[in-house]
C-alpha cells in the first residue's frame, strides 16, 4: 500500500492537503472576504481646527487584494457634500490631503499608498455611509432616462434603483459592491460590443461606465472667493473631460447618468472549448469555435482560463426580451455561488498555496475548473476519472453540495441579475490589467496572440520550478468611447479612459482587456508580470494600441508593481498622447487647475499625473 505522503504535486502531499486547515488561518481573509481593517476607534488628539460635527475616527485602510494595508489613518464620515467641502477647505488651510475612498475594492494605489504611516498629513473621506442617494432626474420620450447619484452608493444599488424602473445598461463590472464615484473615477467597464447587426438602444453604450455620464458635480478650487467649492460641470464643458476618469484626482460628490430601456439577458456558460480552439489564431478552419466567433453573434462574452488547464469557462450573454426554453429564469444576482463561496476542501487547499505550497498550482487549477464544470453542468465524470488529489478537495460532499443548488450553465433574467456575479465574498486575488484596442477584425488575433505567449511562458516557468499564476487569466471585450451614448450634444469623451478613441484610427473599434490573476505574495509572480507586460507593450504599433487598466496592476518591476520608471514617465502618457486630439496633457492641465493646491492629490499621483 502507498503512504499517503508520498502522493505529492508540487510538494503538497494527500496528508498535508487534510491536514492543511490551520495552514490556512493566516489566509482566511482572502478566502471568506473578511476584511481586516483595524478597529475604527476614536483617537486621543485629532487634527487641530477639523470641522466640528463631522465624524472622525482612526481606521486601517486595506484594498481588496491587501496588498495596501496603512496604518491606522484619520478617516471621516461626512453626512452630506456641505461637510466635504468643510473637510477639503480646513485640510487646505492646514496643510493636509484628503483622499476620497470608496469600498476599497481595487488594485492599484490611487488612493493611498501601502504603508501609509500614521503620522501622515492624510485624512480619507468615506463617501459610502451617508452620500447615497439617488432620484430619477428624467424620462425621456425615445425611453432614456437620467439618474442622479451620490457618489457613494453602490452599482448594485444604483443598477437596482434603475432596474425597478424599467432602465439599464449594456454592461458593467462584475461585482456590485463599488461605489459609483470609485467606478467612474477609474473609466469601470463591463464586456459588450454591438454584435453583428445590433444597434444600441437610445442610452446605451458599448464604453465604459464614465461615458454615460451627463454632468456631474464636483469639488474644485475658486481663486475669486479663494476657497474650494462644488462646481456643476456639463459634459459638454471641457473640463468635464478630465473629470469623468480622473483617477482619484479629484473629488466627485454626484453624477448624472444616461441609462437606457433595460433588456433582458440569457447568459450561457461553456467549459467544453479547448483554449486552442477558443483563442486559435485567424483563419481557423470553419466551425471552430472563436471567442471572435461568439462576439460577433451576441456581442457580450468573457472567457475566464485557470491557470495549468485546457478549457476555459466561457459566459456569453445575448439579448432575450423572452426566457428561453431551456434557461433558468433567475430574479436576483450573484447567481454562481461556487465561485462567491469555495467550499471548505477548496479553501484549504487556497490556504496551503498562501503558506508555501505554491508549486500546487497545477492541481488548483484543475480543482477551480472541475468544480467550475459540475456546478454549470453537472457532469461529475471528469472528477471521479481524475487523480486521488483532485478527488481528495472535490468529496462526495462537495459534488453533492454543488448539485443541490441546481445547473447554471443556461440563465436569464434582468440585465442587472446577469451582469453582477462577484460577491465581497470571493477569492481574493491581485491582478494586472490591459486595455489593448484594434479593429474588430483583430480581435481573434490579439486573443491568440495573447494566449500563445501566456502558455509558453507558464510552461517555461513551471520547468524551472516556479508557479507564479494559481488563478485565472480573464479576457473581456468592449467598444470604446462614443460620447454621442449620453444624449448630450457636443459631449467630452473621457480623457484618461483607456477607451478613447484614437482620432488617427477611426478603424479601431473595439478594446481587449486582458487581466492575469494569482494570490497576493506568489513567489516570481512580479517578474511574471513584467514579462506578460512587456510582451503586450510590444504589440503596440501600427496593429493595436495598449493602455493600461487603471485599477489593476502595472508598471511592473521583477519585484513590484507600480514602479517601473520608464513605464510610469513614458508608455503610459504616450499611450494617451498617441493620434493627437485632447487627451493626456489637457487633462492634467484640468486636473491641476481645478486643484491647483493638490489637497485632493498623493505623492504616487503627483508623479504618475505630470
Known amino acids: 500500500m502507498t503512504d499517503d505522503s508520498s502522493i505529492r504535486e508540487g510538494g503538497l502531499s494527500r496528508r498535508g492537503l487534510l491536514a492543511s486547515s490551520a495552514a490556512a488561518g493566516g489566509a482566511v481573509w482572502l478566502l471568506r472576504g473578511l476584511i481586516r481593517p483595524g478597529s475604527a476607534h476614536a483617537a486621543p488628539a485629532p487634527p487641530p481646527g477639523f470641522p466640528a460635527g463631522v465624524d472622525l475616527h482612526r481606521r486601517v485602510y486595506e484594498n481588496w487584494a491587501g496588498e495596501i494595508r496603512t496604518d491606522q489613518l484619520w478617516t471621516c464620515v461626512p453626512r452630506g457634500p456641505q461637510e466635504v467641502l468643510d473637510v477639503v477647505n480646513w485640510a487646505h488651510g492646514a496643510g493636509w490631503k484628503v483622499r476620497a475612498q470608496g469600498k476599497r475594492h481595487g488594485w492599484a494605489p490611487l488612493t493611498v499608498a501601502d504603508g501609509t504611516p500614521a503620522t501622515a498629513r492624510v485624512v480619507l473621506l468615506d463617501t459610502t455611509a451617508h452620500l447615497t442617494a439617488m432620484s430619477l432626474e428624467r424620462r425621456a420620450d425615445d425611453g432614456s432616462a437620467e439618474v442622479r447619484v451620490q457618489t457613494g452608493a453602490t452599482l448594485e444599488d444604483l443598477l437596482a434603483f434603475a432596474g425597478a424602473r424599467g432602465h439599464g445598461v449594456v454592461s458593467a463590472p462584475a461585482p456590485g459592491e463599488l461605489s459609483v464615484g470609485g467606478a467612474l473615477a477609474i473609466g469601470a467597464h463591463g464586456t459588450a460590443v454591438p454584435a453583428v447587426g445590433e444597434s444600441p438602444s437610445p442610452g446605451h453604450g458599448y464604453g465604459s461606465l464614465s461615458n454615460l455620464v451627463t454632468e456631474l458635480t464636483a ?144 492541481l488548483f487549477g484543475r480543482v477551480q475548473y472541475l468544480l467550475t464544470k459540475v456546478a454549470l453542468t453537472g457532469d461529475i465524470t471528469d472528477v471521479l476519472l481524475s487523480d486521488d488529489l483532485v478527488r481528495e478537495v472535490l468529496t462526495g460532499d462537495v459534488l453533492t453540495h454543488l448539485l443541490a443548488g441546481g445547473l447554471r450553465s443556461d440563465l436569464w433574467g434582468a440585465s442587472r441579475n446577469l451582469l453582477q456575479y462577484v460577491r465581497p465574498t470571493t477569492l481574493r486575488e491581485t491582478a494586472n490589467g490591459y486595455a489593448v484596442l484594434v479593429r474588430r477584425a483583430d480581435l481573434q488575433w490579439v486573443v491568440s496572440q495573447f494566449a500563445d505567449f501566456y502558455r509558453t511562458l507558464l510552461a517555461q516557468y513551471a520547468a524551472r520550478g516556479e508557479y507564479p499564476v494559481n488563478g485565472q487569466v480573464e479576457i473581456r471585450v468592449t467598444g470604446l468611447e462614443d460620447p454621442s451614448a449620453c444624449g448630450v450634444p457636443g459631449a467630452q469623451p473621457p480623457l484618461l479612459s483607456a477607451l478613447r478613441p484614437r482620432p488617427d484610427r477611426p478603424d479601431a473599434d473595439t478594446a481587449v482587456w486582458i487581466d492575469v490573476l494569482s494570490l497576493p505574495g506568489t513567489p516570481a509572480l512580479h517578474r511574471f508580470y513584467r514579462e506578460i507586460e512587456q510582451f503586450l507593450l510590444a504589440l503596440d504599433g501600427d496593429r493595436a494600441s495598449v493602455r493600461v487598466e487603471w485599477s489593476k496592476g502595472w508598471a511592473y518591476t521583477d519585484t513590484a508593481a507600480w514602479s517601473d520608471p520608464d513605464v510610469l514617465a513614458r508608455h503610459i502618457p504616450a499611450g494617451h498622447r498617441a493620434g493627437g486630439g485632447p487627451g493626456w496633457d489637457e487633462a492634467v492641465t484640468a486636473l491641476d487647475r481645478l486643484d491647483p493646491h493638490h489637497v485632493l492629490s498623493s505623492p504616487f499621483l503627483d508623479t504618475l499625473l505630470r
Open 219 to 362: 469639488v474644485v478650487w475658486d481663486a475669486a472667493s479663494g476657497r474650494y467649492v462644488l462646481r456643476t460641470v456639463g459634459r459638454a464643458e471641457p473640463d468635464c473631460g478630465a473629470l469623468l476618469a480622473h483617477l482619484g484626482r479629484s473629488l466627485v460628490t454626484e453624477a448624472v447618468l444616461r441609462v437606457g430601456t433595460d433588456h433582458n439577458l440569457r447568459c450561457q456558460s461553456f467549459v467544453d472549448i479547448p483554449a486552442t480552439e477558443l483563442f486559435a489564431a485567424p483563419g481557423a478552419p470553419a466551425g471552430t469555435r472563436t471567442l471572435a466567433g461568439f462576439v460577433d453573434r451576441t456581442g457580450r462574452a468573457e472567457a475566464i482560463w485557470f491557470a495549468f488547464t485546457d478549457k476555459p469557462w466561457l459566459k456569453v450573454w445575448s439579448v432575450s426580451p423572452h426566457r428561453p426554453l431551456a434557461a433558468r429564469a433567475v430574479d436576483e444576482p450573484y447567481n454562481y455561488p461556487f465561485s462567491d463561496s469555495l467550499p471548505e476542501p477548496v479553501a484549504r487547499l487556497a490556504g496551503s498555496l498562501v503558506s508555501g505550497a505554491w508549486a500546487s498550482a497545477p
